[in-house]
């Protein structure tokens, strides 16, 4: 990354005057803990996305929906490899699938997955 990412002196001096009063600093760490719903939540989209097949499926998707077949041509792997991983990306909330006939169709489930993707080219691209 790209800057400074260390606190300014100031926030410091903030934190020395909050280790005046220990017990007050843990009712305020307490107030600030994440919730085991939320964190459970993060692993799952983390452990969906730490996988290459399964990044190669958002990046195509971020073309354009694709059925089921087609995935299975971009990833070169058979229908239960791809239906493996395309399981996972939606039970982590990460794509929706539609049917129409015998065909299942897959799209992101938000945008927000194409900020995720940016963010790790970004990061990567800084090191």
């Given at each position: 990354m790209t800057g400074n990412t260390s606190p300014?002196?100031?926030a410091y001096d903030a934190l020395d005057?909050?280790?005046d009063?220990?017990?007050e600093r843990v009712a305020d760490l307490q107030q600030i803990k994440p919730s085991e719903q939320d964190v459970t939540g993060q692993v799952d989209v983390f452990k969906a996305l730490g996988n290459t097949d399964r990044l190669r499926v958002l990046n195509a998707l971020r073309e354009s929906e694709c059925c089921g077949c087609e995935l299975q041509v971009?990833?070169?792997a058979p229908q239960s490899t791809v239906a493996t991983h395309l399981r996972k990306l939606k039970d982590a909330g990460l794509v929706k699938s539609r049917k129409?006939?015998?065909w299942s169709y897959y799209r992101i489930a938000d945008?927000?997955?194409f900020?995720?993707?940016?963010l790790a080219n970004a990061?990567?691209?800084d090191d």
């Open positions: 300014p002196d100031d005057r909050l280790y009063n220990p017990d971009i990833l070169d129409k006939g015998k945008t927000a997955v900020e995720l993707l940016d990061v990567q691209e």
